[in-house]
C-alpha cells in the first residue's frame, strides 16, 4: 500500500509535457493524469511548442491548474524540457509526452519504486500500444559496433527478439520484472531533480531524439543506473508529432551520429559513422527495383530510402555542438 508523504515546500513532483499540435492526445494525456494519480502530490506544466492546432488555448479552458507556457516558436522537445525545468521545485522530474495516456496509478508506482531505489538517479516504467499490447520503446540498450552492424546488414529486422542480434531491443525481455537498462525513453521518464541539474538537464544540440539517451548516458557515466519497472505501465501511442516519415527518419539518423561521437571512444567511432553511411546506402540500393512498382507500399519504401540517402551529408554530421 503506497502511504501519502508528508510535503512541506511544495509538491513532489513536477511533471512536464511538452506539447506540438497534439491538442485532443495532450488533453487525454493531462486528464488521465489527474485522474489516477491520487497518491504523490504534483504540479503539472505544459509548454506548448507554438502549436497551431488551438492546443494552448483548449489546455487553458479545460485545466487552469496547470501552468501552461505558450512558446511563440517550436524549440524542440530538449530546449523546451529544459526551459519548463527551470520552473520546478520538486524532488523528481516526470517527463511525460502529450501522446500517452493512464489507467492505473503508474505515477505513483513510479515515485514509490524512486523513493526505493535512489541510487537509479533515472526511472521508467511499461509502455503499451492502445490495444494492450506490448511497446517496447520504454527503454534501450546503447548502440554498440555490434547492433549497428546487425541493423545494417538487416540482422535485428530478420530477428528481432534476439538478443544476440537485436540487442538494443534487449531481445526477449517483455519488459516485465525491474532492470537495469542503459536509457530510459523521454516519454515517460523519472529522474531525480538534482540529478538533472548535476547533468544540466537535456544537451540542446539534440533538436529531437537522441536526448533522452544522452542523459542517461551522461548519468551512468557519473555512476547511476537507470531501472525499469513494470508496476508504473501507461499507453503511448508513439509519434503523434512527428508525420512526416522521411524527417523523422533523418533526425533518428542524425541523433545516433551524434550518440556515436559523444559516447563511443575516439577510435571506435569512425567505424560507427561508417556503419550507419551502410544502414541507409545498403537499404537505398536495396529499394531501387521498386521505384517503378505497381505496389504503392513498395513505391514509398523506394521514395523513403532515397530522402534519407539524399540527407546523408547532413545527418552524417550529427547534430552541431549547442
Request: proline share 4%.
Amino acid at each position: 500500500m503506497l502511504k501519502l508523504a508528508t510535503i512541506d515546500r511544495g509538491p513532489a513532483l513536477s511533471v512536464v509535457i511538452v506539447s506540438y499540435n497534439t491538442r485532443e492526445m495532450t488533453l487525454r494525456a493531462i486528464e488521465t493524469l489527474y485522474e489516477h494519480t491520487q497518491v504523490t502530490q504534483f504540479e503539472c506544466i505544459v509548454w506548448d511548442n507554438a502549436s497551431s492546432d488551438g492546443s494552448a488555448d483548449a489546455i487553458a479552458a479545460a485545466f487552469p491548474q496547470v501552468r501552461l507556457v505558450r512558446s511563440a516558436q517550436n524549440l524542440g522537445f530538449a530546449r523546451a524540457n529544459n526551459l519548463a525545468a527551470q520552473q520546478c521545485c520538486s524532488d523528481y522530474l516526470l517527463l511525460l509526452n502529450p501522446d500517452t495516456e493512464l489507467h492505473t496509478d503508474a505515477v505513483d508506482q513510479l515515485i514509490a519504486f524512486a523513493r526505493e531505489n535512489p541510487q537509479a538517479g533515472i526511472w521508467g516504467g511499461r509502455t503499451i500500444f492502445a490495444d494492450g499490447s506490448l511497446n517496447i520503446a520504454s527503454c534501450w540498450a546503447r548502440p554498440t559496433v555490434a547492433s549497428l552492424l546487425f541493423k545494417a546488414t538487416g540482422l535485428s529486422t530478420a530477428f528481432p527478439r534476439s538478443a544476440v542480434f537485436n540487442p538494443e531491443a534487449y531481445g526477449r525481455w517483455p519488459r516485465d520484472s525491474v532492470r537495469p537498462v542503459d536509457i530510459v525513453v523521454g516519454c515517460f521518464l523519472l529522474i531525480d531533480r538534482s540529478l538533472w541539474h548535476q547533468l544540466g538537464g537535456f544537451s540542446e544540440k539534440y533538436f529531437m531524439y537522441g536526448e533522452d539517451a544522452d542523459l542517461c548516458l551522461r548519468a551512468i557515466h557519473l555512476g547511476y543506473q537507470p531501472l525499469i519497472t513494470p508496476k508504473a505501465q501507461i499507453v503511448h501511442h508513439v509519434g503523434a508529432s512527428t508525420t512526416v516519415t522521411e524527417a523523422k527518419a533523418i533526425a533518428v539518423m542524425t541523433s545516433r551520429v551524434s550518440l556515436v561521437r559523444d559516447h563511443w571512444p575516439a577510435w571506435q567511432q569512425g567505424a560507427g559513422v561508417f556503419l550507419m553511411w551502410l544502414w541507409s546506402a545498403l537499404r537505398y540500393l536495396a529499394t531501387r527495383p521498386f521505384v517503378a512498382s505497381r505496389d504503392a507500399q513498395r513505391r514509398a519504401r523506394a521514395a523513403h530510402w532515397a530522402a534519407v540517402w539524399a540527407a546523408r551529408k547532413t545527418w552524417l554530421r550529427g547534430y552541431d555542438q549547442a
